[in-house]
């Protein structure tokens, strides 16, 4: 610059940085015609597309940040500003479904609060998908089992918190539960039996 004219200037070591990244790692950008000043860069990988800070040499032999920036491609998360998308981005239809890859966003991405109990991950089972421990039957028989283990359909990273709305007029309670690889395994445990003729409950896995 020189004043407020902006005149192209040869020779300057011009680097595209991902946030983070040091000097060395910048994608050099290459003069288009010798003494020009003006630079370039071909991206072609799809996975170098996205928001870069722009680095150069001038006052600083090891770089620095221009104050500039630019994005090639699509905008990737990298651009995106802490606390710059509002709920009313998504209300107003600017942000919808259709735009957001499909796993990519998790709980661990929102902050403590924005997370309503229609967002969490649930399972509801019923003694239907039970099997007896001595009967082997499902549902399972009262009169013959004092375990019934049911193995939750979705997968799982952590255990995660059952409910057992009991419904018939046999005292049931929850036995054990645990969590290998990815698969819940539940045990409910059949203590007493009065006028229940069979087992009728639900059950509900809640997880983040």
């Given at each position: 610059?020189?004043?407020?004219?902006?005149k192209?200037?040869?020779?300057?070591?011009?680097?595209?940085?991902?946030?983070?990244?040091?000097?060395?790692?910048?994608?050099?950008?290459?003069?288009?015609?010798?003494?020009?000043g003006?630079?370039?860069?071909?991206?072609?990988?799809e996975?170098d597309?996205?928001?870069?800070?722009?680095?150069?040499n001038?006052g600083?032999t090891?770089?620095?940040?221009?104050g500039?920036t630019?994005?090639?491609?699509?905008?990737d998360?990298?651009?995106l500003?802490?606390n710059?998308?509002?709920?009313?981005h998504?209300?107003?239809?600017?942000?919808?479904?259709?735009?957001?890859?499909?796993e990519?966003?998790?709980?661990?991405h929102?902050?403590?609060?924005?997370?309503?109990?229609t967002?969490l991950?649930?399972?509801?089972?019923?003694?239907?998908?039970?099997v007896?421990?001595?009967s082997?039957?499902?549902?399972?028989?009262?009169?013959?089992?004092?375990?019934?283990?049911?193995?939750?359909?979705?997968?799982?990273?952590?255990?995660?918190h059952?409910i057992?709305?009991?419904?018939?007029?046999?005292?049931?309670?929850?036995?054990?539960a645990?969590?290998?690889?990815?698969?819940?395994?539940i045990?409910?445990?059949?203590?007493?039996?009065?006028?229940?003729?069979?087992?009728?409950?639900?059950?509900?896995?809640?997880?983040?």
């Amino acid at each position: 610059m020189e004043g407020t004219e902006r005149k192209p200037q040869s020779g300057v070591d011009i680097r595209l940085l991902r946030p983070g990244q040091s000097w060395a790692e910048g994608k050099h950008l290459i003069e288009t015609t010798p003494n020009s000043g003006y630079y370039e860069i071909g991206i072609e990988d799809e996975a170098d597309c996205g928001f870069y800070e722009i680095w150069d040499n001038v006052g600083n032999t090891q770089g620095q940040f221009s104050g500039k920036t630019c994005t090639i491609g699509k905008l990737d998360a990298r651009g995106l500003q802490n606390n710059c998308i509002y709920g009313n981005h998504i209300l107003d239809g600017v942000v919808t479904g259709s735009k957001i890859a499909n796993e990519s966003i998790g709980t661990e991405h929102l902050q403590n609060g924005l997370l309503s109990l229609t967002k969490l991950q649930y399972e509801i089972q019923d003694q239907d998908k039970g099997v007896g421990d001595n009967s082997q039957s499902s549902p399972a028989k009262l009169t013959e089992d004092k375990i019934i283990t049911h193995t939750l359909d979705k997968e799982y990273q952590e255990l995660p918190h059952i409910i057992l709305t009991n419904q018939c007029d046999a005292f049931l309670y929850i036995a054990d539960a645990k969590i290998e690889g990815n698969l819940v395994t539940i045990m409910i445990g059949i203590s007493q039996v009065y006028t229940a003729t069979d087992p009728f409950y639900k059950l509900l896995a809640l997880a983040k």
